[in-house]
């Protein structure tokens, strides 16, 4: 891979020195390094080179359009390479949020609230062409959560494992109609920070993007960062806000805690199941 990047800079930045080149992630789709320490560059892991370059090619634009209409920072393009599947972007300063907690969160909320506001009720249109549609029904949800609790069951504490099945005994809510254009994935570990001012530095990763549930992108405020920021950043968001809203928000919170816990024990990425066991008490309390 790093034969790979290397070449796609020197294509489309000639003459630029490679003094570093650090690996920062990947998963399946994808893998993401740093260079230099000032540009970040994801490589797609798509073999088929047709999905490979419609995939960059509509990321790309979709970075374009949700500059127009973002409140908050996001990776500015530096270059998409469509063949190679690779997008280039000046790295964006602060530190995950998710690792680096700020000492005051409350500071977060207003910018998360008009940020999202913003983001939801962006024009459809402008964003149908762009990213897929994320309607998987709740049930679907309900029992990927019951499957990954019983992961997870033996690792909870005995006072919120009650908690936990209390929820997967409940019927889901019902399904809404609503849908706006989501980052889709805003866990704390996407929103960069400033720790020392608690202030949000940017917004990185929108390979998930979708048209969805609103929700969606609430649900992972409230389980990153608990009931009060939560309705904090309520009172400067724009969007629809409904009890159905809500009951939704809370359903989602709770299955994505679910696979957060599953996921960092599973892949031993202890920050995650750390963080989640840390907050099962406010994402599963009653409201």
Known sequence: MTNEIRAVLTRHLPGYEIRSLAKLGGGLDNVVYEVNGELVVRLSRQADPARRGDSTRREAELLAAVTELSTLRIPELVFADVEAGALAYAKLPGLPLNEHPVPEPARLAAPLGEFLGRLHQAPLETFEHLAPRDTEPATTWL???????????????????????DFL???????????????????????????????????????????????????????????????????????????????RTLFYARCALIEDIAYGLRTGARVYAEAGLDHLAWTFAQP
């Not at 029992?143 to 099945?165: H, K, M, S």
């Not at 048209?211 to 968001?237: K, N, Q, S």
């Open 143 to 165: 029992d990927e959560a019951e499957q990954r609790f019983r992961e997870i069951a033996g690792n909870l504490p005995t006072a919120t494992r009650g908690l936990v099945e």
């Open 169 to 247: 005994g409940q019927p889901p809510p019902p399904e809404t109609h609503t849908v706006t254009f989501c980052h889709n994935d805003l866990g704390a570990e996407h929103l960069l920070v400033d720790v020392e001012a608690s202030t949000i530095t940017g917004v990185i990763d929108w390979t998930d993007a979708a048209i969805a549930d609103p929700a969606h992108d609430l649900a992972l405020i409230y389980r990153d960062l608990g009931p009060e920021i939560f309705d904090l950043t309520l009172a400067h968001y724009e969007g629809e806000w409904t009890n159905a809203h809500r009951e």
